[in-house]
């Protein structure tokens, strides 16, 4: 097998410098026939190991040193699985065997090369830990050895001279007959020699006692190394977990963003077509007013019939009133009793045509009512019943923002425009705009589902009596160029149009800012969640009303409002139709905790501060609003 093909010439570079100098000599000493088609002209003897290493990596590309470097890194594996197998069978975890067997090996500089001839894929961080590992344990092992060389060139030196006494005691024995005229002599010098090597083995026992010291703390940082490298194992392990989390979020995202981009390819072709049903739809219109203004006229003519008819319904009540007064007095007389029923009879036949009338006139002019926005008529007690039931879900009137919201609510839901707000808080204000409104503590409600298409919306805004109604999760699941129209025939209703992600309006055009009105309650939690309502039904008198533009509408807050919409990224015309809507600085402000600033930041995904230096001027530390603190908090 060639393992050079997969290697990088560093890597190479690194075997041919970790080959002993010794065996590479050798092998040019086997083959010198090779060597000199290398190295014409030289002798081994002669090369130092710079020179064996630059000439095995100058000729890496042929046979006769492929073949040789090929062979010692088939060795060495071979090597190194058989130290990690013995490690495993005397009880050692498998990275733990991996660090004490590498540091002996010629992989001790390069663990990451290892790991590539072994074709074992390790991340980088792992591969970073084992190399630490590794070079920790070969210095401690390089040291151990460094001192336990002297160690062993002493015993072997003390293993020398018990060689050599024994040598001469066997010699002494053989010339016993001269030794004992020396007796005396080799009696003390034995002495002298017996006490010298006690000495020594005293000292060689103390030498083996500091051994065994260093190897218990060889072992011991082992142990330490083993145990940082499982902790740091199971970081790997986490931050892993967390990598692929990460990637099954984006995975997520990517399916997400194609599918809204499918979306809105089709929503483009279908942007032309709209524009042609607009022109038809202003051509209508154009015709539609005309006749409208014949059927004012009109309808001035027949409402004089009608308070006519009613003066006449008024005057047969009166009359049937009469009788029935009557018809208690004379209830004794039979005969009397009939004639003035047969009268009554008569009279109620009457008071049927006169309704049949009413009903007829009524319908005449049903479908110009219906394009009238209503307001209550004392807005003081819808505001006091309001708050009731708003605190009777948990709303805390004490809140920083509070106030400012529900005086925000009182001047956007009576316009006639659909209010767009998020599932929870939306469900929880159309609920307490019905009950206190006209007594219903459940407004009614209208899901999307797949087969649901805006002819359902329009029947069911047509046939619903409810004043207010919840068109609940339509916002990025139907073509809000159908949608919108829709709505805005029903203005007499008080509309709550319920999204439920914020990232959902950003694949929706901010032009849809221009027909809505956007309000977030984000910061207030107690009413993010629905919640059922058991506050006492009310019921408040509402009245026609039609918005106009405040003439003394105060133009330098609208000016201020459209440069801090402008800067955030809204168009030009959207920021004027918003613009157009603030009466005066306490109605920017509100405009700005409760629709742009939220809009920019939650839907947009930027820092309005940082967007505008307008917003910065006038609700910065410096700045003059009076709800600069709340909105620096908020979105600062």
Same mark, same amino acid.
């Given at each position: 097998?060639?393992?050079?093909?997969?290697?990088?010439?560093?890597?190479?570079?690194?075997?041919?410098?970790?080959?002993?100098?010794?065996?590479?000599?050798?092998?040019?000493?086997?083959?010198?026939?090779?060597?000199?088609?290398?190295?014409?002209?030289?002798?081994?003897?002669?090369?130092?190991?710079?020179?064996?290493?630059?000439?095995?990596?100058?000729?890496?590309?042929?046979?006769?040193?492929?073949?040789?470097?090929?062979?010692?890194?088939?060795?060495?594996?071979?090597?190194?699985?058989?130290?990690?197998?013995?490690?495993?069978?005397?009880?050692?975890?498998?990275?733990?065997?991996?660090?004490?067997?590498?540091?002996?090996?010629?992989?001790?500089?390069?663990?990451?090369?290892?790991?590539?001839?072994?074709?074992?894929?390790?991340?980088?961080?792992?591969?970073?830990?084992?190399?630490?590992?590794?070079?920790?344990?070969?210095?401690?092992?390089?040291?151990?050895?460094?001192?336990?060389?002297?160690?062993?060139?002493?015993?072997?030196?003390?293993?020398?001279?018990?060689?050599?006494?024994?040598?001469?005691?066997?010699?002494?024995?053989?010339?016993?007959?001269?030794?004992?005229?020396?007796?005396?002599?080799?009696?003390?010098?034995?002495?002298?020699?017996?006490?010298?090597?006690?000495?020594?083995?005293?000292?060689?026992?103390?030498?083996?006692?500091?051994?065994?010291?260093? =190897?218990? +703390?060889?072992?011991?940082?082992?142990?330490? !190394?083993?145990?940082? %490298?499982? &902790?740091? $194992?199971?970081? /790997?392990? *986490?931050?892993?977990?967390?990598?692929?989390?990460?990637?099954?979020?984006?995975?997520?995202?990517?399916?997400?963003?194609?599918?809204?981009?499918?979306?809105?390819?089709?929503?483009?072709?279908?942007?032309?077509?709209?524009?042609?049903?607009?022109?038809?739809?202003?051509?209508?219109?154009?015709?539609?007013?005309?006749?409208?203004?014949?059927?004012?006229?009109?309808?001035?003519?027949?409402?004089?019939?009608?308070?006519?008819?009613?003066?006449?319904?008024?005057?047969?009540?009166?009359?049937?009133?009469?009788?029935?007064?009557?018809?208690?007095?004379?209830?004794? =007389?039979? +005969?009397?009793?009939?004639?003035?029923?047969? !009268?009554?009879?008569? %009279?109620? &036949?009457? $008071?049927?045509? /006169?309704? *049949?009338?009413?009903?007829?006139?009524?319908?005449?002019?049903?479908?110009?009512?219906?394009?009238?926005?209503?307001?209550?008529?004392?807005?003081?007690?819808?505001?006091?019943?309001?708050?009731?039931?708003?605190?009777?879900?948990?709303?805390?009137?004490?809140?920083?923002?509070?106030?400012?919201?529900?005086?925000?609510?009182?001047?956007?839901?009576?316009?006639?425009?659909?209010?767009?707000?998020?599932?929870?808080?939306?469900?929880?204000?159309?609920?307490?705009?019905?009950?206190?409104?006209?007594?219903?503590?459940?407004?009614?409600?209208?899901?999307?589902?797949?087969?649901?298409?805006?002819?359902?919306?329009?029947?069911?805004?047509?046939?619903?009596?409810?004043?207010?109604?919840?068109?609940?999760?339509?916002?990025?699941?139907?073509?809000?160029?159908?949608?919108?129209?829709?709505?805005?025939?029903?203005?007499?209703?008080?509309?709550?149009?319920?999204?439920?992600?914020?990232?959902?309006?950003?694949?929706?055009?901010?032009?849809?800012?221009?027909?809505?009105?956007?309000?977030?309650?984000?910061?207030?939690?107690?009413?993010?969640?629905?919640?059922?309502?058991?506050?006492?039904?009310?019921?408040?008198?509402?009245?026609?009303?039609?918005?106009?533009?405040?003439?003394?509408?105060?133009?330098?807050?609208?000016?201020?409002?459209?440069?801090?919409?402008?800067?955030?990224?809204?168009?030009?015309?959207?920021?004027?139709?918003?613009?157009?809507?603030?009466?005066?600085?306490?109605?920017?402000?509100?405009?700005?905790?409760?629709?742009?600033?939220?809009?920019?930041?939650?839907?947009?995904?930027?820092?309005?501060?940082?967007?505008?230096?307008?917003?910065?001027?006038?609700?910065?530390?410096?700045?003059?609003?009076?709800?600069?603190?709340?909105?620096?908090?908020?979105?600062?």
């Amino acid at each position: 097998m060639s393992y050079l093909i997969n290697l990088t010439n560093e890597e190479i570079k690194y075997v041919c410098k970790v080959i002993p100098f010794k065996e590479a000599s050798a092998y040019f000493k086997s083959y010198p026939k090779e060597f000199n088609k290398l190295k014409p002209g030289f002798r081994v003897k002669s090369l130092n190991e710079d020179t064996i290493v630059r000439t095995l990596y100058g000729f890496r590309n042929r046979d006769f040193i492929a073949s040789f470097l090929n062979k010692n890194i088939e060795r060495w594996i071979k090597e190194i699985d058989e130290e990690i197998i013995k490690a495993l069978e005397d009880g050692l975890e498998q990275d733990t065997a991996y660090i004490d067997v590498l540091a002996r090996s010629f992989f001790s500089g390069n663990i990451a090369l290892f790991f590539k001839i072994k074709a074992e894929e390790k991340s980088e961080d792992y591969l970073k830990v084992m190399s630490s590992a590794v070079v920790y344990q070969s210095a401690h092992q390089k040291a151990y050895e460094e001192e336990m060389e002297p160690l062993k060139k002493r015993q072997a030196e003390l293993e020398c001279i018990q060689e050599e006494m024994k040598n001469r005691i066997f010699d002494e024995k053989k010339n016993s007959e001269k030794l004992r005229r020396k007796e005396a002599e080799l009696k003390e010098k034995l002495e002298e020699k017996t006490e010298w090597f006690e000495r020594e083995q005293k000292e060689n026992f103390r030498l083996s006692e500091r051994a065994d010291k260093l =190897e218990a +703390e060889l072992k011991r940082t082992q142990d330490d !190394e083993v145990w940082r %490298t499982a &902790e740091m $194992q199971q970081k /790997i392990d *986490t931050l892993t977990s967390r990598l692929e989390e990460q990637v099954e979020k984006a995975t997520g995202y990517e399916n997400l963003i194609s599918e809204y981009t499918s979306r809105l390819s089709c929503a483009e072709d279908d942007i032309e077509t709209w524009k042609n049903k607009v022109r038809s739809r202003e051509k209508q219109l154009f015709t539609y007013k005309a006749e409208r203004a014949t059927l004012l006229t009109e309808r001035e003519s027949d409402q004089k019939q009608i308070r006519e008819l009613k003066e006449a319904l008024d005057k047969a009540l009166s009359v049937e009133k009469a009788y029935k007064e009557r018809l208690f007095l004379l209830s004794t =007389e039979k +005969e009397s009793y009939q004639q003035k029923n047969r !009268e009554l009879e008569e %009279t109620l &036949e009457g $008071q049927k045509n /006169i309704e *049949t009338a009413v009903e007829i006139v009524s319908k005449r002019y049903s479908y110009i009512d219906r394009k009238m926005p209503l307001c209550p008529e004392d807005m003081d007690d819808f505001e006091e019943y309001f708050n009731y039931n708003l605190e009777n879900i948990g709303f805390d009137k004490n809140v920083d923002g509070s106030s400012d919201f529900i005086n925000y609510l009182k001047k956007t839901v009576f316009c006639g425009n659909p209010v767009l707000i998020k599932r929870g808080p939306g469900i929880n204000l159309a609920n307490c705009l019905a009950n206190t409104l006209y007594g219903v503590p459940v407004a009614a409600h209208l899901s999307y589902s797949k087969n649901t298409d805006v002819q359902i919306i329009s029947d069911f805004l047509t046939d619903t009596p409810d004043r207010v109604v919840c068109i609940d999760s339509f916002i990025g699941n139907c073509n809000e160029m159908e949608f919108i129209p829709v709505l805005e025939q029903h203005r007499n209703k008080i509309i709550i149009i319920t999204y439920m992600y914020d990232k959902t309006l950003s694949f929706i055009p901010n032009e849809l800012l221009s027909s809505v009105h956007f309000i977030s309650a984000d910061a207030f939690s107690p009413i993010l969640r629905i919640r059922d309502i058991t506050e006492d039904p009310s019921e408040v008198k509402e009245i026609s009303f039609t918005y106009k533009s405040n003439a003394r509408a105060d133009s330098r807050s609208q000016k201020i409002f459209r440069e801090i919409a402008c800067e955030c990224g809204l168009g030009k015309d959207i920021a004027c139709t918003m613009a157009d809507m603030v009466e005066d600085e306490n109605h920017l402000n509100e405009m700005l905790m409760f629709t742009l600033l939220p809009y920019v930041s939650k839907v947009l995904g930027k820092n309005p501060y940082n967007c505008s230096k307008r917003l910065q001027r006038y609700a910065g530390e410096t700045g003059r609003c009076l709800r600069k603190d709340i909105l620096m908090r908020w979105f600062g």
